[in-house]
């Protein structure tokens, strides 16, 4: 059964190691490329797929979202279990709902949740490789260097410093809520830095996390977010750190859509 075209937004989760990155490229294997053709197996007359977040390659995600528009009259349930059906096991549909036709999620977020994990490891660990950034030399005193470093992110700022040179945007000043550096609770060989923000420019977080590391490490003199902040200069700030330790935790938008499956 078919009728008018609706937007479904789907809340993805998916291990980003196989994939160049979230958006579709010529002749690599991406996370939306993915999607789409899962998707245009249900219905061929889909035309595209509008992700919140670009995610970069072996970057991973637990909250991705993503919109299209289709006629198919399916529930959400229905897209959420029939998409999973043509999905590689490193990409899962979490929630499927209904919002507006041409509903674009990057431009209705309210904010965004990356989390990076560090893996403070003298050996490597199988289990973990890909998915998080093997460190040395983060006892419980650089720990609290990297908190206080992390500290200084927070609020708004112009963090021109902290992008890539690929980044071209006009404006650079963003908004932080929070920089937190922790140890999870359930495995204390693990490291995590929080950031939430309204909007980040391209590698921001992970040359945020890059600078943290430098610091709490001893390569760089405590303060060296607050000097580049100020001068603007991405030599004033740390290395890149690794993608395969970045999480896109959670996007929060205006419109979270109805009839949503599972849950409200």
Not at 6 to 35: H, K
Not at 67 to 77: C, I, K, N, V, W
Not at 81 to 92: C, F, Q, V
Not at 136 to 155: F, N, P, R, T, Y
């Amino acid at each position: 059964m078919t009728g008018e075209a609706r937007g479904v937004l789907l809340t993805v989760a998916y291990d980003g190691r196989p994939f160049s990155g979230f958006a579709i490229q010529p002749n690599q294997r991406t996370v939306a490329g993915e999607l789409l053709g899962a998707l245009r197996a249900i219905d061929p007359a889909i035309r595209e797929v509008r992700g919140a977040s670009r995610t970069d390659a072996g970057v991973h995600a637990r909250g991705q979202r993503v919109a299209f528009d289709s006629a198919a009259g399916l529930p959400a349930r229905g897209w959420a279990l029939a998409t999973a059906r043509h999905l590689p096991d490193e990409i899962a549909v979490r929630r499927a709902a209904f919002v507006r036709a041409g509903f674009v999620p990057r431009f209705e977020s309210r904010g965004k949740h990356y989390r990076y994990l560090l893996l403070r490891d003298p050996v490597r660990d199988p289990f973990w490789t890909g998915r998080a950034w093997r460190l040395e030399g983060l006892g419980e005193d650089a720990l609290a260097v990297a908190g206080q470093e992390a500290a200084l992110a927070v609020g708004t700022h112009d963090f021109a410093a902290f992008r890539s040179s690929a980044d071209e945007r006009v404006s650079t000043v963003r908004t932080l809520r929070r920089v937190e550096v922790s140890v999870d609770p359930g495995d204390d060989r693990f490291v995590r830095i929080d950031v939430e923000g309204d909007a980040f420019l391209h590698n921001m977080v992970r040359i945020l996390v890059g600078t943290i590391v430098d610091v709490a490490r001893g390569r760089r003199p405590p303060g060296a977010i607050a000097r580049a902040l100020t001068s603007r200069d991405r030599r004033d700030a740390g290395i890149t750190a690794p993608g395969e330790g970045l999480y896109l935790e959670r996007v929060l938008l205006e419109d979270e859509g109805t009839e949503g499956w599972p849950g409200g």
